[in-house]
């Protein structure tokens, strides 16, 4: 099992490889669009490789996707957090309410009864 997985790291690696190698040409990115220039007075544009946009919308989707799936979660964190606080106050009491029932009587009678 180990052999596949280290198996499919490479061929995922391969491919980013082939797929940076194909895209070497260098795009402009521009991060205000022309209609804007005028108004704000800037035209910051840079010249990368392709496959550094490929990647980096690649990269953003998923940091985005991982930020939504954490937020929608919350409520099931939640309600997880509340059911651990409300299981270890129903243990508690147990525990008290079997000192309350034995109180009194015999320590191996009430060690029997209680099933350690």
């Known amino acids: 099992m180990r052999y596949l997985r280290y198996a499919s790291i490479a061929i995922f690696a391969m491919a980013l ?6 895209n070497r040409v260098y795009v402009p990115i521009r991060l205000v669009p022309d209609e804007l220039t005028g108004l ?4 910051p544009t840079q010249e990368v490789p392709l ?3 490929i990647f980096g ?3 953003a989707g998923l940091i985005l996707g991982f930020i939504w799936e954490w937020i ?23 525990k008290r ?3 309350e ?7 191996v009678i009430a060690l029997l009864d209680t099933g350690r």
């Open 72 to 94: 929608r979660e919350a409520g099931e964190r939640a309600a997880a957090a509340r059911q651990a606080r409300e299981m270890t106050r129903l243990r508690a009491e147990i």
């Open 17 to 22: 490889i082939l797929i940076a190698l194909a």
């Open 57 to 59: 919308g690649i990269l």
């Open 40 to 43: 704000t007075a800037l035209n």
């Open 101 to 107: 029932k034995h109180e009194g009587s015999d320590e």
């Open 51 to 53: 496959f550094i946009v």
């Open 97 to 99: 309410l079997k000192a």
